[in-house]
């Protein structure tokens, strides 16, 4: 019965409003606001009711709004029964929707932080859907205008009110679909206000808003920082994007966003999409639910009409924002295939401005770009402009390892191999840079190139070029980072596919910071029980130009490796000038400032010692012709030394020649020495009479010359017992 009474009295009351004009409509709104302090509470509730009823039906006729809107405030703040105080701020509400340019402003400028008066208002404007669309589109064009002075070095109040108010108006679950229709223009709105904040240092001790505490709890204070950051968080979860807050709080998306310098990362970061990576990768990246992913493609669609307009803006912090967003919106397939854009063009333009961030933002967009069908062709066009890029400063180069990757990964003809080639004397000495993004990138990057390269079967001077890595890496692995050590596994596990050292790829695969020592000892003990003299001279004359790197670190690990080889090796079977190389080098780094690399160098320079055994001479002409005659013949020599690095394919050449026309020259001078023997054993006369007579024989011209001693006889190998063979 009270029911229905009430709403007949509330009937009446709207129709009754209709009769009224404007003055005479504001007046009896005014007399109202007199009646909600009335001592009978039947009285005042019945002014509450019939003000709402007057502001829902024709609150767009009203005057006077201003006395209007400080009468019910100054109302509020008085102690009204409950029942009369929601129906006034019910009012209120209705008045805002059809009165915004008037009522938001009023509110906005009250003293922060708000008293709680204030704040139940803005909390309410966020229940009814025509007055939170009204309210919403009217706070967004105050934080999109905002355009304060540069030489002002005070912050404008206003846009941080918004926020506050923001605050309040999406902590509801009423204001869901409102804010899905202004989503992401809402979300960009009040990024761009967190970057315009954050730069003007705005004191942590100031406080702009304060929510009431759960359960007796104190309040909790918002400086405009925070205030703008929470405005962030409830714009996604007012539109339904939980995952996207869940996981910018477990990736440090907030910390970033709150920083100056690294704003344009927790963008990049918050908006950032599942990687397409291959099965298993390293080091493993865990889910990601950033912006791009979590959207319907017409939401993206929405962004990017969004941030195009934005690209070229005039304000630096307008314009940053948007690339960043357009970079990360190319990841999805839809909106990298929109037509009507010239992404790679834009894309372009932008590593050429001298801004580094610009040119990180570009890199991205071109790493996003490299994932779709059709476009591998044309970004394998831009390899070498981005291979200028790998010496840039520590954010630019991990771009644009990611953007080479990517190209290489994602490319599909038999020219990749050719292109992973085209970079690798540049991408090699990132494997060990002494900044750690750069060296986890440079190799993990290097393990997902190995994977596709393998895919189309590198021949034999592809398979040269990638075999230059293993150093490198091995030096690295040595490395105290876990992801460091990961990274080297992951990459050190698709060389051995590549190289076909199938024995150690498990070994590599579980690589760990417990076991990367161990690790390398199994890798050198593998590499010396190859027997590839030729390919373990190669690998330490690699070493030998670590040993004089400015990083401490790799002059170590190259000791380290040189240690662990040489170990191996029986250095008594070595040529005495592989011996003074490996000692001289290693004597280099004897008086090296690191007194820890100095003690290394002289254990490895003991152990060679002990292990080196004096080589036998040669001493009698007999000896020297054998071992001169073994030199050209192909019968094994087992005094023979055993060359350690790899003579060049002129020098193998002319060796197998000089022994061809060497051993040729042997069977025919000792055919004629054979002769000549003989013939001058059967013709010696038999000598008689006194020892001293020497006994006349009378010969032929040519019985002379027939006996005369071969030349060869003469020649250096019977004069000097040279090493040398004479020249044929």
Known sequence: ??????????????????????LQLTTLVLTAIEGLTDSRAKVSLAAAQLMSAVMKERGKDLIKVEEIVEGIFERLKSQLEPSTKEEVVRAMCSLAGTNTRTVVPMLLNKPLPWDRTNLVLWKVFGTQQETTLSVLRMLIGILENNQPKQESKEMAFQPVAVTCALCEMLSGSQCQEAVQEFYPRLLLAVLSHLYWVIEQNAPQKMVVYSREGVQGSKNKPFDPTSCALEAVKLVFLAAAYEKVVVYASQHRCWDLLSSPKFYH??????????????????????????????????????????????????DDRRKMLARTFYVQLLWHRSVAQTLGHDFLGNLIKWLKEPNLIMKEVGLRGISNLALHPGQSETLKSLVPFL???????????????KSLRNIIYHGRGEDTKVVFCSISKQLRPLIND??????????????????????????????????????????SIQDNNAEVIKACGGALTEWTNVIGWSSLTQMFRHTTLSDHIQVLEETCKYLVGTGKKQLIGELLTQNFIFLKSSQPFLRASAVTVIGLITKRLNMSNLHKD??????????????????????????????????????????????????????????????????????????????????????????????????????????????????????????????????????FLDSEIFRSGSRAFPAV
């Open 1 to 22: 019965m009270l029911s229905t009474t009430s709403t007949a009295s509330s009937c009446c009351k709207r129709a009754f409003a209709g009769y009224f004009t404007e």
């Open 265 to 314: 990362i927790g963008i990049m970061d918050l908006a950032s999409p599942l990687p397409l990576l291959p099965r298993n990768p390293w080091p493993p990246v865990s889910h990601r639910s950033g912006i791009v992913l979590n959207c319907e493609p017409y939401i993206l669609h929405r962004f990017l009409n969004h941030v195009r307009n934005l690209l070229y803006s005039l």
């Open 387 to 401: 291979r200028r890029f790998l010496k840039d400063e520590v954010r630019v180069t991990v771009q644009a390892v």
């Open 434 to 475: 002494e900044r750690d993004q750069v060296r986890i990138s440079a190799t993990s990057a290097l393990g997902h190139m190995l994977h596709r390269v393998d895919k189309f079967k590198p021949g034999p001077l592809i398979r040269k070029e990638i075999f230059t890595f293993l150093v490198p890496l091995l030096l």
């Open 578 to 711: 592989d011996v003074a190389t490996l000692r001289n080098a290693l004597l280099s780094v004897r008086n090296d400032p690191s007194e820890p690399i100095q003690s290394l160098a002289n254990i490895v320079l003991k152990r060679m010692s002990v292990n080196t055994k004096s080589k036998p001479g040669l001493t009698s002409t007999l000896s020297r012709l054998s071992t001169n005659l073994l030199k050209v013949s192909c019968i094994k020599d087992r005094t023979k030394k055993k060359r350690l690095f790899k003579v060049s394919k002129q020098e193998e050449d002319n060796d197998s020649n000089q022994k061809k026309k060497g051993w040729s020259w042997v069977e025919d001078n000792l055919s004629l020495l054979s002769t000549w023997h003989q013939r001058r054993v059967k013709n010696t006369p038999l000598k008689t009479g006194s020892l001293y007579e020497t006994p006349k024989i009378e010969k032929t011209q040519e019985e002379v010359l027939s006996f005369q001693k071969p030349a």
